[in-house]
Structures are given as structure tokens and as C-alpha cells.
């Protein structure tokens, strides 16, 4: 019950190709996907070909980020939907865990980190998140897609904390979900079922093996 579009990995834009001066990564599938992501380009429920996690500087003040990424996305040219991320981590850095044939990338970036359930405005909005793009091979329902996102960052919550950093995140996090959009459709997935648990070793992984190499 796996997708007819296999799991890719990301390939790095070199920085001198960018408009940025920084590099790039840019997942592209050869047949739309399922995507559900809180990126603020293609943020929400949609099929896309393609998602990109651009760095940029940690000075980085635009104030139309959906803007940029959609120019960015031109810059690559890259055709139909997608998601986009931004970082101010170094995506040359990226990291991949699997387990099963669930497989998660992230950038990992820390600088500042933030609790939730904080005070108002303890620390703005910075470009340094936590980025992370995972793979599921069979089609998930409505909830099973949010439910996932849920996963994803209960596990990169309890990656942190486990290494000991001050907080569940930084206030720029972002998640995308991927998976296909045909065959038989799981309704689960959270921590305890069968691709939620998968889900959840991948992402804790990333994340350790993130912190470990900063």
C-alpha cells in the first residue's frame, strides 16, 4: 500500500545560484503529492510537486515571506503548487532519519528557543526554526494528516528536551507533511499507531541528529 511516487530526497541549490546568496532545498516529486504544512507559502491542506526550505540571513526582515518564496520559487523554476520554508539555519546541514519507510528531513536551528506556553512577546519572531519535511508512503485521511503534524512535533518537542534545550521549539517552527493521493487511506496517525509511531522515531531522530551536529 505504498505511493507510485517514491520517497525523494532534497537536493541542495548551490548559494551562488540564488538570488539570496545563500543555498537552497528543493524537494520535487514527479507526480503531485498530498501535502498538509503550516508554511506560509502552500501553508494548509493541498496537493503540491514540489516544497523548498530556503536560508536566509538571521537579519532577514521581509515582511511578505509568501511573496519571496514565491519568487524564489520562480527563480527555481518550479511548476504548480508547492510549499515553501524559510531558515536561518544552514540547510547545507540538513538532516534525514527513517524508520520504516517513513523518512524525515529537517534543518535545525536553535539560537533562541521558546517554551508555548510562554509570556507574550518573551522573544519575537526570528528566521532560525526548526524546519521539517516528512514522507509517509500510504495516503492519510483529513485527521490522520493533522493528526500527523501533531506528531511530528510532539517527537521534535521531546528531541529537545530530551538534549536539554530551554524549549519545546522556536517561535518560527515549521512542519510539512507529505504523502501520496491514491490508495487505500490510513485513518491514524498518531504516536501509538502503526505510521504514527514510525512517524514519530523518524522525527525524533532528525532532530537529535540535528542538535548532535550544531
Not at 498530498?34 to 540571513?57: C, F, M, N, Y
Not at 508555548?116 to 522573544?123: T, Y
Amino acid at each position: 500500500m505504498t505511493a507510485s511516487v517514491g520517497t525523494v530526497e532534497p537536493e541542495l541549490v548551490a548559494a551562488d545560484s540564488m538570488s539570496t546568496g545563500r543555498p537552497c532545498l528543493v524537494w520535487r516529486w514527479s507526480e503531485p503529492v498530498e501535502a498538509i504544512s503550516s508554511a506560509t507559502l502552500g501553508g494548509g491542506r493541498k496537493s503540491v510537486r514540489w516544497v523548498i526550505d530556503a536560508e536566509v540571513d538571521h537579519t532577514y526582515g521581509r515582511l511578505d515571506p509568501a511573496v519571496h518564496l514565491a519568487e524564489l520559487a520562480t527563480e527555481l523554476a518550479l511548476a504548480g503548487d508547492g510549499v515553501g520554508l524559510l531558515t536561518a539555519a544552514p540547510v547545507r546541514d540538513w538532516q534525514r532519519a527513517r524508520d520504516d519507510a517513513v523518512t524525515v528531513d529537517g534543518t535545525i536551528g536553535v539560537t533562541r528557543p521558546t517554551w508555548a506556553a510562554d509570556a507574550d512577546d518573551r522573544h519575537a519572531t526570528w528566521p532560525d526554526t526548526v524546519n521539517l519535511v516528512a514522507q509517509i508512503p500510504v495516503r492519510l485521511s483529513e485527521a490522520a494528516m493533522v493528526n500527523a503534524v501533531v506528531t511530528v512535533t510532539e517527537a521534535k518537542s521531546q528531541a529537545l528536551v530530551e538534549r536539554g534545550v530551554p524549549g519545546t521549539g522556536t517561535a518560527s517552527d515549521a512542519v510539512c507533511v507529505v504523502c501520496p493521493t491514491i490508495g487505500p487511506i490510513e485513518p491514524f496517525a498518531g504516536p501509538r499507531s502503526w505510521w504514527g509511531a514510525r512517524l514519530a522515531r523518524a522525527t525524533h531522530a532528525c532532530v537529535t541528529a540535528g542538535l548532535e551536529a550544531s
